[in-house]
T-cell receptor, first 115, second 114 residues
């Protein structure tokens, strides 16, 4: 589990705050992902970065802004969130291949609560 | 688009008994199938995957899964459950037809009763 780390592990913020989630992978992978996990719902893919370029953005509200400065780091910048954004935010990484057979490895997540 | 169904919200099993967690999938091309486990306050841990070849795939912690193309299923199994296997289990599928998205099921809570 130490291959992908996330900070902070817990975050409580008001709707007018600005905060950032950080993810770091130590596996030498070339792709990174943000997922949202809400209770009793499938994981929702938010963003995908491959070779530091955003390749997918699944209609995520603009109050979520990703940043991938290099292949090892991924950020999720948060501003003016809503209470329904409270969830566990998971980061993952993989060594993406042309055949799409790669395995994604997950970090421990950031438990976000929006008041 | 690819999708996964995990029909049971919770699976209860006595310690030492066989454990089965069900998963069915839908894809347009060849399926690439994965199982993950999530313990409380932790991220998802990879258990095993099927890409091609032998339909029976062996993974971590004594788990295995059987790919059944005709039934579009990929059930997770363990011959003898441990109390420590109590966790949330996720099945996921990727469509080999060129879509890199990994679609997850909603998860199954497994409770192993001592």
């Amino acid at each position: 589990e130490t291959g992908v780390t996330q900070t902070p592990r817990h975050l409580v913020m008001g709707m007018t705050n600005k905060k950032s989630l950080k993810c770091e992978q130590h596996l030498g992978h070339n792709a990174m992902y943000w997922y949202k996990q809400s209770a009793k719902k499938p994981l929702e893919l938010m963003f995908v970065y491959s070779l530091e370029e955003r390749v997918e953005n699944n209609s995520v509200p603009s109050r979520f802004s990703p940043e991938c400065p290099n292949s090892s780091h991924l950020f999720l910048h948060l501003h003016t969130l809503q209470p329904e954004d409270s969830a566990l935010y998971l980061c993952a990484s993989s060594q993406a291949t042309s055949g799409y057979t790669d395995t994604q490895y997950f970090g421990p997540g950031t438990r976000l609560t929006v008041l | 688009a690819q999708s996964v169904a995990q029909p049971e919200d919770q699976v209860n099993v006595a310690e030492g008994n066989p454990l089965t967690v069900k998963c069915t999938y839908s894809v347009s091309g060849n399926p690439y199938l994965f199982w993950y486990v999530q313990y409380p306050n932790r991220g998802l841990q990879f258990l095993l995957k099927y890409i091609t070849g032998d339909n029976l795939v062996k993974g971590s912690y004594g788990f295995e899964a059987e790919f059944n193309k005709s039934q579009t299923s990929f059930h997770l199994k363990k011959p003898s459950a441990l109390v420590s296997d109590s966790a949330l289990y996720f099945c996921a599928v990727r469509d080999g037809d060129g879509n890199n998205r990994l679609a997850f099921g909603k998860g199954n809570q497994v409770v192993v009763i001592p």
